[in-house]
T-cell receptor, first 117, second 113 residues
Framework: GAGVSQSPSNKVTEKGKDVELRCDPISGHTALYWYRQSLGQGLEFLIYFQGNSAPDKSGLPSDRFSAERTGGSVSTLTIQRTQQEDSAVYLC???????????????FGDGTRLSIL | GESVGLHLPTLSVQEGDNSIINCAYSNSASDYFIWYKQESGKGPQFIIDIRSNMDKRQGQRVTVLLNKTVKHLSLQIAATQPGDSAVYFCAEQSSNTGNQFYFGTGTSLTVIP
């Protein structure tokens, strides 16, 4: 489809395991964002990629969290040594960006529901 | 720091009535605002946006009003339908925070048939 695609849609894993979450942004979108959403809560910013610039990692909660974006398209969010408090929905969004600061809406995927047992 | 909040966490309206969802923000430099709709089990869906050089913008059955004086944003939904039941988020962006968006916690809208 033409929207943001995330996989897997659901992930259940044991505490201490590593997980990888994938995001395919909308074709042509240069900006990509990762957020975390806990039950009944708003969106918590994690990391932002824009083109070939260094990512803004200011929202990553700990060094167990990391993300990559290969070829300016697909992104992977990795959580190492998962903890129960990592359980949440992880949302990816992408947007166009034309200038240094550009008002462009973010378009979201349906998220990965991560449950840590 | 940034603060984007919603006045009411829940809102119930009768089918066919108009709905108004409110949002307050604290950064006077904010210049771009978006409303999102999030249905259960899905990601936020873009509804409508507005830039700070406007105070009103209309879409299909939705209107966004921006009052920069009191830093207030509202979403009006005309002739609310059961399919409008969802959580609605406002988001804001400002040039002094780069490309980050700040989101409110959301208002849950329930449409009563």
């Amino acid at each position: 489809g033409a929207g943001v695609s995330q996989s897997p849609s659901n992930k259940v894993t044991e505490k201490g395991k590593d997980v990888e979450l994938r995001c395919d942004p909308i074709s042509g979108h240069t900006a990509l964002y990762w957020y975390r959403q806990s039950l009944g809560q708003g969106l918590e910013f994690l990391i932002y990629f824009q083109g070939n610039s260094a990512p803004d990692k200011s929202g990553l909660p700990s060094d167990r969290f990391s993300a990559e974006r290969t070829g300016g398209s697909v992104s992977t969010l990795t959580i190492q040594r998962t903890q129960q408090e990592d359980s949440a929905v992880y949302l990816c969004a992408s947007s166009l960006r034309v200038r240094t600061y550009s008002n462009q809406p973010q378009h979201f995927g349906d998220g990965t529901r991560l449950s840590i047992l | 720091g940034e603060s984007v909040g919603l006045h009411l966490p829940t809102l119930s309206v009768q089918e066919g009535d108009n709905s108004i969802i409110n949002c307050a923000y604290s950064n006077s430099a904010s210049d771009y605002f978006i409303w999102y709709k999030q249905e259960s089990g899905k990601g936020p869906q873009f509804i409508i946006d507005i830039r700070s050089n406007m105070d009103k913008r209309q879409g299909q059955r939705v209107t966004v009003l921006l009052n920069k004086t009191v830093k207030h944003l509202s979403l009006q939904i005309a002739a609310t339908q059961p399919g409008d039941s969802a959580v609605y988020f406002c988001a804001e962006q400002s040039s002094n925070t780069g490309n980050q968006f700040y989101f409110g916690t959301g208002t849950s809208l329930t449409v009563i048939p």
